[in-house]
């Protein structure tokens, strides 16, 4: 059993900067994949982010490539999602997620989510 408990969103001024964390409980951390998604009004749940176990191997959705960074502390069971030149269109509810199998886009893939946090970014 893995608890996740994300901490970090808020309001933003377009082109500026938040970092997201998302602590985890439990001592086998390193052995999930992890992953960032986020969830709009009236949208589906997207996937941002994700980071094997090791956090050698990263992948990026197409509209934060290049600007979002995801990362990740094994050693303080922790994953990071740095996101910079954020847009008023980045603005959703984030959702940190672990699996056991490989890293995966696919939503229904994960295994233990969090409650998320909101980011909004302002125009």
């Known amino acids: 059993q893995v608890q996740l408990v994300e901490s970090g969103g808020g309001l933003v001024q377009a082109g500026g900067s938040l970092r997201l964390s998302c602590a985890a409980s439990?001592?086998?951390?390193?052995?999930?994949?992890m992953a960032w998604f986020r969830q709009a009004p009236g949208k589906e749940r997207e996937f941002v982010a994700g980071?094997?176990?090791?956090?050698?191997?990263?992948t990026y959705a197409d509209s934060v490539k290049g600007r979002f960074s995801i990362s990740r502390d094994n050693a303080k069971n922790t994953v990071y999602l740095q996101m910079n030149s954020l847009k008023p269109e980045d603005t959703a509810v984030y959702y940190c997620?672990?699996?056991?199998?490989?890293?995966?886009?696919?939503?229904?893939?994960?295994?233990?989510w969090g409650q998320g946090t909101q980011v909004t970014v302002s125009s």
């Open positions: 439990g001592r086998t951390f390193s052995s999930y994949a």
């Open positions: 997620a672990a699996t056991r199998g490989p890293r995966t886009r696919a939503p229904g893939s994960y295994d233990y």
């Open positions: 980071i094997n176990w090791g956090g050698y191997s990263t």
